[in-house]
């Protein structure tokens, strides 16, 4: 089941920091964006947050899957739910992400589009070296798909 979370946000915080390592970012967008938390039984499988960027667009500031549950497609089941919902307020979904072998083709496969990169993004804005897969981040993927037609 997957839910909005409007309350105690924080609560989920150990698995934000999954999908972003920079407590202070992530403190920086969690009260302005939305929290969906796919659930089972009570527990957080999956988290992610949606920010409304203004123009018909939001983006995907966070995702992360709990580690005993990744692999299942439960990412993918919870970004293709937020999709919807968004879909039905905004004209696009972006996102940003690290030059990752793991999270790139995610979001190919996902349907979404390159649109441009942000240059050192992550030795910026990160107070600690980001390493995902063996690969040290720096610059910052972005990606956009189209919710409606």
Same mark, same amino acid.
């Given at each position: @089941?997957?839910?909005? #979370?409007?309350?105690?946000? &924080? $609560?989920? @915080? +150990? *698995?934000?920091? @999954?999908? /972003?390592?920079?407590?202070? *970012?992530? %403190? ?10 796919? %659930? ?9 947050? !949606?920010? $409304? %960027?203004? +123009? ?9 899957? =709990? ?6 497609? *439960?990412?993918?089941? *919870? ?5 919807? !919902?968004?879909?039905?307020?905004? %004209? ?6 690290? $030059? ?8 190919? =496969? ?16 990160? /107070?600690?070296? !980001? #390493? ?5 981040? &720096?610059?910052? #993927? ?5 919710? &409606?037609?």
């Amino acid at each position: @089941m997957i839910r909005l #979370i409007t309350e105690n946000k &924080r $609560d989920y @915080m +150990e *698995l934000l920091l @999954m999908g /972003d390592e920079q407590e202070e *970012l992530v %403190e920086g967008y969690l009260d302005r964006g939305e929290l969906y938390v796919l %659930e089972e039984e009570g527990e957080a499988l999956a988290v992610c947050v !949606i920010t $409304d %960027e203004g +123009e018909g667009t939001a983006e995907l500031k966070n995702i992360a899957v =709990s580690p005993k549950y990744r692999r299942k497609g *439960l990412g993918s089941a *919870l970004l293709s739910e937020v999709e919807q !919902i968004c879909s039905e307020r905004f %004209e696009r979904l972006t996102l940003g992400t690290g $030059d990752s072998p793991l999270t790139v083709p995610f979001y190919e =496969s996902c349907g979404y589009v390159r649109t441009h990169i942000v240059p050192d993004y992550f030795t910026k804005n990160y /107070d600690h070296p !980001i #390493i995902e897969a063996g690969v040290r981040l &720096r610059d910052q #993927i972005c990606f956009e798909k189209r919710l &409606r037609r």
